[in-house]
T-cell receptor, first 113, second 116 residues
Framework: GDSVTQMEGPVTLSEEAFLTINCTYT??????LFWYVQYPGEGLQLLLK?????DKGSNKGFEATYRKETTSFHLEKGSVQVSDSAVYFC????????????FGTGTLLAVQP | NAGVTQTPKFQVLKTGQSMTLQCAQD?????MSWYRQDPGMGLRLIHY???????DQGEVPNGYNVSRSTTEDFPLRLLSAAPSQTSVYFC???????????????FGDGTRLSIL
């Protein structure tokens, strides 16, 4: 079945460091791909999305490119801030009759000043 | 804007007790869902609803019941709580099925449930 695999955390970085969180997927067809972010004590919020191959989603300095050839959707940011500390979830949107979201296990990012 | 409101935020139950987790949204969203979040397992879909009067099972439905009598409300019932149901529960809503590319889900802040 469809699935999402994320790199395990925690990822600990110093402020202004470069961030990459890896995400790969397995799916039939052509799913949409999402990154959600969960700040401490809150629910998930959509961070960015991409709907087809080679699309780049971006928001708040974060970027991710839909790579069909490598079935990947890695999240990147050039310079992280302490306020970026959160759990990041990669998700796959199933199409067709199911039309559900399949989430990865989440990656905790801790940014130190 | 209230968005998705979940109550209570925290709850401790004894094994065998029943309770209802409340979820309400004020965005007139047709699609609502319940997830549980466990360490190392991400979010798993419990039940979902595509509109008032229509519900269906997700990935981990056993031990939970839902109903959708109105567009706004989607309560989750634990009939006989078990320690394995200790988790953080999230309710989410969207205008239509979330797999569609332009329909992000809006999440509540969660209910932290402990079963002793």
């Amino acid at each position: 079945g469809d699935s999402v695999t994320q790199m395990e955390g925690p990822v600990t970085l110093s402020e202004e460091a470069f961030l990459t969180i890896n995400c790969t997927y397995t799916a039939t067809g052509y799913p949409s791909l999402f990154w959600y972010v969960q700040y401490p004590g809150e629910g998930l919020q959509l961070l960015l999305k991409a709907t087809k191959a080679d699309d780049k989603g971006s928001n708040k300095g974060f970027e991710a490119t839909y790579r069909k050839e490598t079935t990947s959707f890695h999240l990147e940011k050039g310079s992280v801030q302490v306020s970026d500390s959160a759990v990041y979830f990669c998700a796959l949107g199933q199409g067709g009759a199911t039309n559900k979201l399949i989430f990865g296990t989440g990656t905790l990012l801790a940014v130190q000043p | 804007n209230a968005g998705v409101t979940q109550t209570p935020k925290f709850q401790v139950l004894k094994t065998g007790q029943s309770m209802t987790l409340q979820c309400a949204q004020d965005m007139n969203h047709e699609y609502m869902s319940w997830y549980r979040q466990d360490p190392g397992m991400g979010l798993r879909l419990i039940h979902y609803s595509v509109g008032a009067g229509i519900t269906d099972q997700g990935e981990v439905p056993n031990g939970y019941n839902v109903s959708r009598s109105t567009t706004e409300d989607f309560p989750l019932r634990l009939l006989s709580a078990a320690p394995s149901q200790t988790s953080v529960y999230f309710c989410a809503s969207s205008y239509s099925r979330p797999g569609r590319s332009n329909q992000p889900q809006h999440f509540g802040d969660g209910t932290r449930l402990s079963i002793l």
